[in-house]
């Protein structure tokens, strides 16, 4: 046997396995994106990924990584790495836009961030860091702009960021009830229009 036919070997059942886990994550993410994950069993999981819930079982061993799985697919897709500096508004507002063409993951997102409120729920911690890191990454994008004189005078860098934060969870979520009422990046875009002062 050639190295090359044993790696093709060793490649075949890890890319199939690689495959399987993720369609799994997908379905879970369909799963609980509609029904909560309090709502979402594994054996809808199972059904939605057209196998066996001792075949996803296999791959994930519980509900709670599930969970993680289709955080993590949801995170792969929307959370882009956004712009810095100069670029940061635009890049804001580009992302708002690719979301709404990922209507699903944003209501995975609403779902479980909702529910993560609770002190029992399992994605708890992934949504406590989340906002905390976001918190201080665009705290840190407005001190930039601070720095160069284009945040708007009185406005303090920390709580903008702490709002842009707050204002795109919630218009997310009014996007997915009135979809064609609610302009998401529009509104975004606004908002910084607001605090941002254009370049001279």
């Keep these: ?48 990924a057209g196998m066996s819930q001792t075949s996803v079982l296999h791959h994930y061993p519980n509900k709670q990584e599930l969970l993680i799985a289709a955080l993590k697919r949801r995170d792969a897709v929307t959370d882009g790495t956004p712009g810095t500096g100069e670029c940061f508004a635009q890049s804001i507002v580009e992302q708002a836009q690719f979301n709404e063409g990922a209507a699903e993951l944003i209501e995975l997102y609403a779902a479980l961030c909702g529910e993560s409120t609770t002190s029992d729920h399992p994605a708890r911690s992934y949504f406590e860091a989340r906002f905390e890191r976001l918190r201080g990454e665009y705290g840190a994008e407005f001190e930039y702009m601070k720095s160069v004189g284009r945040l708007r005078p009185g406005v303090d860098p920390h709580v903008a960021g702490a709002s842009l934060l707050a204002l795109w969870d919630g218009i997310q979520v009014q996007w997915l009830l009135s979809p064609d009422d609610v302009d998401m990046a529009g509104t975004l875009k606004a908002y910084l229009d607001l605090v941002i002062l254009p370049e001279s």
């Design 1 to 48: 046997m050639t190295s090359n036919e044993s790696g093709r070997r060793r490649r075949g059942p890890y890319a199939k396995s690689a495959a399987r886990r993720e369609q799994i994550a997908q379905a879970a993410l369909q799963v609980f994106g509609a029904r909560g994950y309090r709502g979402g069993t594994v054996q809808d999981v199972a059904d939605a």
